[in-house]
């Protein structure tokens, strides 16, 4: 719990909220990981989102209704 309570504070400090989702409406925090991981995530990925990425986007904002 330590570890979220790092989080929490830090988000607080720095103004961001955080909600939860399910999980099947998050996708793009998965694919953002992944790509992360294996070293191919662009730079750019947030101003300039890749089509794969905003499909991603499109159908996880759908998922959340």
């Given amino acids: 719990m330590a ?13 961001i909220s955080c909600a ?8 793009l925090a998965h694919e953002v990981a992944s790509e992360g ?3 191919v995530l662009p730079v750019n990925w947030m101003s300039s989102p890749s089509s794969y990425l905003f ?3 499109t159908r996880d904002s759908s998922l959340s209704l």
């Fill in 3 to 15: 570890v979220v309570w790092d989080i929490q504070k830090l988000c607080q400090e720095e103004g």
């Fill in 20 to 27: 939860w989702c399910k999980r099947e409406a998050n996708g």
């Fill in 37 to 39: 991981l294996r070293g």
């Fill in 55 to 57: 499909s991603i986007v």
